[in-house]
């Protein structure tokens, strides 16, 4: 197994076993679900609290620069919009020559199977990606991008903050399930 493989592999292996069955059968209602008051979320566009709001479609992504701290809690909507946005998105374009990527002009899901598509989507196109790299690549800074770290510690980056960020919905998933003693709800 090569290098890019390998490094594939680690995240393919979360993927498959872990997180994205934790994502099966994610209704809208736990997709939107605010745990807190003031949580960030995906809401319909003009409809926001937050600072601010990105996106080109009829939902928007609530957040604010800089971020405040504490930052707000994040819905399962926010994070897998993260996830597809942020960590992956941003990346597939800089370093395997996907489309131009604004955040701002990004079509945020309006609802939880669409997230998924899309989620879906942006990681596929990602794992293809690592696979294909070289040694050579992985040794080095890419051409493209904001990062001057080699690729490795990028490719890294980007696993660490999906095991990071799908153990959170996975917790928000458990927490809906549990929340006011309730019987659990089949996931």
């Known amino acids: 197994m090569t290098r890019s493989e390998r490094l594939a592999e680690q995240l393919d292996w ?3 076993k872990n997180l994205r069955p934790r994502l099966d059968g994610l209704t809208d209602e736990e ?3 605010e745990p807190v008051r003031g949580c960030w979320n995906i809401r319909p566009r003009g409809t926001s609290a937050a600072p601010m709001s990105a996106g080109s479609g009829e ?6 620069s800089p971020a405040p701290a504490p930052a707000p809690v994040t819905t399962i909507a926010w ?8 960590c992956l998105a941003y990346r597939v374009e800089w370093y395997f020559g996907g489309q131009d990527f604004d955040a701002e002009a990004f079509a945020y899901a309006g609802t939880a199977d669409e997230a998924l598509k899309q989620l879906d989507e942006m990681y596929g196109r ?6 294909e790299l070289s040694d050579a690549d992985l040794d080095n800074p ?7 770290f080699p690729m490795e510690n990028r490719v890294l980056h980007v ?3 999906l095991i990071h960020h799908g153990a959170e919905i996975s917790l928000l998933r458990d ?3 549990w929340q006011d003693g309730a019987a659990p709800h089949r996931i």
């Open 14 to 16: 979360y993927w498959r």
């Open 31 to 33: 997709y939107f679900w």
């Open 59 to 64: 939902w928007t992504m609530d957040f604010a």
């Open 79 to 86: 994070r897998l919009a993260h996830i597809i946005v942020s």
């Open 126 to 131: 990602w794992n293809a990606g690592v696979r």
């Open 142 to 148: 890419p051409a493209t991008g904001p990062e001057p």
């Open 159 to 161: 696993n660490r903050e």
């Open 175 to 177: 927490l809906y399930r």
